[in-house]
């Protein structure tokens, strides 16, 4: 069955944005626009905030606010995901799944709140924008790409099914490159490569879509990073170093 692929317009380019400062202790790392299909069909806002100078989370929430009509706000708690190796803190945000016959398009902002206090990461007062197009290349793979040459796209684990079949955003530095999952069954205790292998061209030519198959058992716990080598240098995409983790069937994105 022959299905669209839509792809986001970002009004701001949310990978090249700013350190986050003492004043302002949130930043949007990245968002993103996603549709899915089959049994629960529908589109959602996914995205992953970085949060400086962390205090006890018993203090502190975090929420997105959104319109898709630009009429009606609703507020969406964000989640606590861990804390990166240079010690921010990463939370993650996904709104409700919307019908696909709503309006495919997210205007919003992030308000922190520490006890009395109250930041908020509006973009500026512009707010941030993303909606849907069939444009062949999301503009913000491109710009993260710049940045960060490799990123998980996405990966799946389906009930009954052994193990995770996922994808991976390159950029493509030349022809002799290894793109690799790595991963470990213990926490850490030990790690083993797998090898993606090469899926096709995005449509500007300038990056690609790699794929692999990691087997697991049911139930079976894993944390993995994705990795690129190319020309003596390797670059990877770790999940601000807290590794991609899955211990039962379902979607783990670079996104959330």
Known sequence: ?????????????????LAVGAEQPLQLSYARYEAHYGRLPGH????VVQI????????????????QDGKTWI?????FQGIATDGREIWSF????????SPRRYRFALR?????EVFWDNNGTKDYRIEASNWPVPVDLVALLEEQPIALHDAFRYEGAAGIVGSIDVKNLGYRKEVKVRYTLDDGLSFKD???????????????????RLPLEPGQRVKFMVLMSHDGATY????FGLLYESSSPGYTSTYY
């Open 1 to 17: 069955m022959f299905r669209k692929n839509w792809i986001v317009i970002l009004s701001l380019c949310f990978w090249m944005g």
């Open 44 to 47: 959602s806002l996914t995205g």
């Open 52 to 67: 400086a100078n962390p205090k006890a989370l018993m203090n502190q929430k975090l929420w997105i606010r959104y319109t």
């Open 75 to 79: 507020d969406q708690a964000a989640s």
């Open 94 to 101: 996904v709104t409700p799944l919307a019908s696909l016959d």
């Open 112 to 116: 922190l709140e520490r006890g009395t």
């Open 194 to 212: 797998l090898s993606a292998r090469y899926a096709f061209a995005l449509a500007d030519r300038a990056n690609e879509r790699w794929e692999f």
């Open 236 to 239: 990877t995409d770790d999940n």
